[in-house]
């Protein structure tokens, strides 16, 4: 596995209470599963992805978790070609400004 | 040493902890059995409409314009009978350094943290709010940690709060992500016992009277541009904070005639802490699942007593459904040129359903847009939702089922906002209040309390504490 240097910008995930350690007041599906974490720092010292690693927060906070991602990096987008999307502006403008009322 | 940081026993820290992080000891403005004096914590521990103002305008927040929404307004009238179709005029918030209206809420609280010497600020929220937060935090340098509800236990993230987790960073902030639950709470405690930071919470007296500005501001736009005070406002509504600072600030401008109305979008039937139907809402804000809860139960929220009391203020609430919301959002997209997020679009939606019962001469003021970008749009989100199951179809949005299906209207007349009976919210506050302080008889001042607090008479508030075996001495 690939070591990556301390002081590398990463993200690490950890498990802030098991199921068992969980509010009782929860919906069945949610009280079988843990709480999870994520977060970003810099690495403390020199690491591979899924070791137990101590990160520097952005605001100096050091927390530790497993090591899940180098450089992460956001993915999100404007998502995949929706057509009703464009059927609503045709209906709009021709409810609008279509048919007999405007002729 | 030590300290315990189990969940029981940080959770049994909260008041404590809660104390040292607001910096207001409730406990002064409480009496009886279950009263608070509401006025009086908004007038010691908040700031005047001025001085809020001034903070603001510090950081270029507020000031923003306010839009007629003439072809939208045009497109209601074709619908509505003779003689209806109220003027629609939309607030846009989004202009706000941070995107929306949420800056004028963190504008105050993080200038309040720094003014007692905290050295940053930290805020729950999945929402807005924390890229408001964040990007305050930047202008007057205190650093910020923001807490998420963002993913399934799969690992799936709702687009929208990722894109939101992108903007908190943007802005230097520390971003911790958490699967669906209500223990985010545990964890925030957590956070600021550990940094000792201010909680920016959403719902402080400061927080709250930071929407004032907005209710002010929108009055004085309308006498000065249409002459007259606007008819009905339309706050979209979750924690109650947006619909009580925004009737505020109205009544601070001496517009006690406004209708205040409050929209949010129907999320019936999905749980809100529920792992699984966690991505199957396509609004992660602005919908029932906070509007409801928190109506009924204002003081549900991270500090002891919340300063956003939307039954106070409210005078007719609505919901709409996912695909109107959608619909409206393309519409105000398509017809007013302005592309803007969803969530502060559902109560444009509202309006245009209500616009069609009012007069031609009257005047309806959508308070707020928020700004739209990857994750965090209609086709990122409708395109999540089929991801996921949701079937979009075109159709009449009353027939839509949460989790089910998006509903978009097979034609704009479809789009209907509908009522929620008021004294059913009224009734289910003061079982609230009643289960949650565990109380079996109050005095005349906790009367006058509950009164106050869900807006309504002696006789309809006693029938429903006789209903719930309490006495009143």
């Known amino acids: ?103 | 040493m030590n300290k315990d940081m189990s969940y029981s026993a940080v959770m049994g820290r909260r008041s404590e902890i809660m104390k040292q992080a607001v910096g207001i000891d409730y406990s002064v403005f409480e009496y009886g059995k279950i009263g608070f004096d509401y006025e009086k914590m908004m007038r010691e521990t908040g700031y005047s409409l001025q001085e809020m103002q001034e903070i603001q305008g510090q950081t270029g927040v507020g000031n923003t314009p306010l839009l007629e929404l003439k072809n939208l307004t045009a497109l209601a009238r074709k619908l509505a009978p003779e003689g209806k179709g109220a003027r629609i005029f939309i607030k846009d918030e989004a202009s706000n350094p941070s995107g929306s209206f949420k800056a004028r809420r963190a504008a105050n609280a993080v200038y309040h943290a720094k003014r007692l010497g905290y050295k940053g600020v930290i805020a729950a929220t999945s929402g807005n709010y924390g890229a408001a937060v964040a990007s305050q935090a930047a202008m007057q340098g205190l650093k910020c940690i923001i807490v998420q509800e963002c993913y399934d236990s799969t690992g799936k993230g709702q687009p929208e709060i990722i894109e939101k987790a992108r903007k908190c960073e943007a802005y230097g902030a520390e971003v911790v992500q958490l699967t669906v639950g209500p223990e985010l709470f545990y964890t925030f405690l957590k956070l600021l016992e550990e940094t000792g930071y201010f909680n920016a919470s959403l719902y402080t007296p400061f927080g709250i009277a930071g929407v004032e500005t907005l209710g002010y501001e929108l009055a004085i736009q309308c006498r000065e541009g249409l002459g007259k005070d606007p008819d009905v406002v339309l706050c979209t509504n979750a924690g109650g904070g947006n619909v009580t600072g925004t009737a505020r600030g109205l009544i601070k401008a001496g517009a006690e005639g406004v209708k205040i109305v409050g929209a949010s979008v129907n999320l019936k039937g999905l749980h809100m802490a529920s792992d699984e139907q966690f991505n199957k809402k396509s609004f992660t804000t602005g919908h029932t699942g906070f509007g409801m809860p928190f109506a009924t139960w204002p003081d549900r929220s991270d500090v002891p007593r919340s300063a956003a009391r939307p039954l106070r203020y409210l005078d007719r609430y609505v919901i709409v459904n996912q695909g109107e919301v959608f619909y409206m959002t393309e519409a105000l997209a398509q017809l007013e040129g302005l592309e803007r997020g969803p969530a502060g679009n559902t109560s444009l939606a509202a309006a245009f359903s209500l616009a069609q019962e009012m007069d031609k001469e009257q005047i309806i003021v959508v308070q707020e847009t928020e700004y739209t970008g990857a994750g965090k749009h209609l086709q990122a989100q409708l395109s999540f939702a089929k991801e996921n199951g949701i079937q979009v179809i075109f159709g009449n949005p009353a027939e839509e089922i949460p989790g089910e299906n998006i509903i978009l209207p097979a034609h704009p007349s479809l789009l209907q906002a509908k009522d929620i009976d008021m004294d059913k919210l009224r009734v289910s506050y003061i079982r609230n209040c009643i289960e949650n302080n565990k109380v079996t008889e109050l005095d005349s001042a906790d009367l006058s309390f509950i009164i106050a607090d869900c807006n309504s008479d002696k006789e309809t508030v006693l029938k429903a504490l006789n209903e719930l075996g309490v006495s009143v001495n």
């Not at chain 1, 590398?8 to 069945?28: Q, S």
């Not at chain 1, 050091?62 to 929706?82: A, C, I, M, Q, S």
């Open chain 1, 1 to 103: 596995m690939r070591r990556r240097a301390e002081g590398t910008w990463v993200r690490i995930h950890d498990i802030i209470l098991t199921p068992e350690e969980r509010a009782t007041n929860l919906p069945d599906d949610t009280k079988k599963v843990p709480l999870e974490m994520w977060t970003k720092g810099f690495l403390l010292e020199e690491a591979s992805i899924g070791d137990m690693v101590e990160i520097k927060t952005i605001t100096g906070r050091t927390v530790r978790g497993t090591l899940v991602e180098v450089n992460p990096y956001y993915t999100h987008d404007f998502g995949k070609f929706v057509p009703e999307i464009l059927e609503i502006g045709l209906q709009l403008k021709e409810a609008l400004w279509g048919g007999d009322l405007n002729e």
